[in-house]
Nanobody, 116 residues
Framework: QVQLVESGGGLVQPGGSLRLSCAAS????????MGWYRQAPGKQRELVAT???????NYADSVKGRFTISRDNAKNTVYLQMNSLKPDDTAVYYC??????????WGKGTLVTVSS
């Protein structure tokens, strides 16, 4: 098993930036991929970005060019740098760790609010 702890959420004005962090502990050696998902009020959870063990990244069209996912394998930490934030980015952001056979683990989430 793995434990995922997110941090870095908060209130930011439109056009601003935030960096989310997700620290993984436990059986991290078996993780295939890590990523960020988000869930806005009244909406389903959606993929934001993922990064594989080899460093390959994947982004939702809505965040391409604005968000960057990265990882520090030595620290078992994945980051999400979010720039040019919009009110539509307001959501609870969840860290995800994917294991073999598509078994997923989730963090508890961190709230990002984009508002003036």
């Amino acid at each position: 098993q793995v434990q995922l702890v997110e941090s870095g959420g908060g209130l930011v004005q439109p056009g601003g930036s935030l960096r989310l962090s997700c620290a993984a502990s436990g059986s991290t050696i078996y993780i295939n991929r890590m990523g960020w998902y988000r869930q806005a009020p009244g909406k389903q959870r959606e993929l934001v970005a993922t990064i594989s063990n080899g460093g390959s990244t994947n982004y939702a069209d809505s965040v391409k060019g604005r968000f960057t996912i990265s990882r520090d394998n030595a620290k078992n930490t994945v980051y999400l740098q979010m720039n040019s934030l919009k009110p539509d980015d307001t959501a609870v952001y969840y860290c995800n760790a994917r294991y073999p056979f598509d078994k997923d683990y989730w963090g508890k989430g961190t709230l990002v609010t984009v508002s003036s």
